[in-house]
């Protein structure tokens, strides 16, 4: 059984209509939790609605999985009042990516269970047959990681990746989020791991002031490889030029560091958003032909 509810932003009954029936057809059975529908604001109702719908998944042991409704933001409002015994005792996969990175550097760092970034329910077409290719490819990829089939994907070559091999835990999510966890109990820990991050709507300035800060707080320096997912960049305003790109923001960053780098990977705000596995073992390959992005046997 796979559970819906909304952590953080606010959608619609009608709005999971589409993902449930796929998710039915898959095979699955659906329990809808009380927040979808509910709306204080721009969250997923109340605070203590949403953490108490959470905590009831997180506690059903009839709930193998937990996708959550859509990002926005909340997570972090109710991430600390979580209870996580019954989680750790029967664990189950927790499912979505932008601002539910809380959850998954949240679950990683402190309990060591895998968890899904991937698309939610907001990203699931109204006509599946219809839907762009793309798009089906990667809601298709939920289901294979549900299924528990070994996630491999592709990614082109790019001037600027740095060539290597790496195997490690896959660890990361968005920018912004990880970057507003630092010192916290869920900050992410990336020591020995293959770290990727993703983001939208951010100004080259401000990708670059998260990435000092990820470099200012040792998460660069130990990694074993760095992934860089979608960057939706926010045009500089007239007279506030940057004058770098996100590679240049990156590679400064990473220049006195030998580990295997890649750009435009499909993670992120954008269609080609696959579903891969966080804190499980992955081989990353980096050579000047391509990348390959592998759950390691």
């Given at each position: ?39 204080d604001h721009t969250f997923g109702g109340t605070d ?250």
């Open positions: 059984m796979i559970g819906i509810t909304s952590p953080a932003g606010f959608i619609t009954r009608e709005d999971i209509i589409p993902s449930a029936t796929l998710l039915q057809q898959w095979g699955f059975k659906i329990r809808v939790g009380y927040t979808i529908g509910k709306r203590a609605e949403r953490l108490s719908d959470m905590q009831m998944m997180l506690d059903d042991p009839q709930v193998k999985a937990i996708m959550c409704a859509r990002g926005g933001y909340g997570s972090v409002r109710i991430v600390d009042g979580l209870k996580w015994d019954k989680f750790k005792q029967n664990p189950k996969w927790i499912i979505g990516f932008s601002d539910i990175t809380v959850l998954h550097s949240h679950v990683q760092k402190n309990l060591g269970i895998a968890t899904i970034h991937s698309k939610m329910c907001n990203s699931f077409p109204d006509i599946w047959e219809s839907a762009d290719p793309l798009q089906k490819q990667t809601i298709e990829s939920i289901n294979k990681a549900l299924r528990g089939d070994r996630m491999e994907y592709e990614a082109p070559a790019d001037t600027f990746n740095r060539t290597g091999n790496a195997k490690a835990q896959l660890v990361g999510g968005n920018l912004k989020t990880l970057e507003s966890l630092a010192g916290s109990a869920s900050d992410i820990d990336t020591d020995g791991k293959l770290l990727f991050v993703e983001d939208t709507g951010e100004y080259l300035y401000s990708i670059d002031r998260m990435f000092w800060n990820l470099k200012r707080t040792g998460k660069l320096s130990k990694l074993s490889g760095l992934i860089i997912g979608g960057m939706k960049v926010k045009q500089d305003d007239p007279g506030e030029y940057f004058g770098q790109s996100v590679y240049d923001i990156v590679m400064n960053k990473v220049k006195e560091y030998n580990y295997p780098v890649c750009f435009n990977f499909p993670v992120g705000h954008q269609i080609d958003n696959f579903a891969v596995k966080c804190g499980v073992i992955h081989e990353l390959i980096v050579t000047s032909s391509g990348v390959t992005l592998k759950e390691a046997n």
